[in-house]
């Protein structure tokens, strides 16, 4: 009886970066629903992680980093679960990977 070979496995991670490579649509909203918890400290942590992992779907880090005109090291940092990246560094990675920031209000606070 001949043995089939293990199906290759695939990090988390590698799948997570091939969705959002493969499709845009889902990018944003993985992003828009990151975003969400930005008040929150884990939560912000989520957000720079998710904007990470789209970093490396359109190209890698450093890829970005150059189109964004901000040092490699510094994106890494400043996409780390700790990170604190200015306005200007988001803005610059989100236009680099083809995103923009928005506003809209919030629901909950009016209601």
Not at 41 to 58: T, V
Not at 63 to 70: C, D, E, L
Request: aromatic share 4%.
């Amino acid at each position: 009886m001949k043995r089939r070979a293990p199906a290759p496995s695939v990090s988390h991670e590698e799948w997570i970066v091939d969705a959002l490579r493969s499709d845009p649509e889902f990018a944003v909203e993985y992003l828009k629903q990151a975003m969400e918890g930005m008040n929150d400290p884990e939560g912000r942590g989520a957000a720079l992680l998710a904007l990470r992992q789209i970093a490396e779907s359109c190209g890698g880090v450093a890829k970005i980093a150059a189109a964004a005109g901000v040092q490699r090291e510094s994106l890494y940092r400043a996409l780390s679960p700790k990170g604190n990246p200015t306005l200007n560094t988001l803005l610059a990675v989100l236009k680099s990977v083809g995103m923009r920031l928005s506003v809209e209000p919030d629901r909950k606070a009016h209601a």
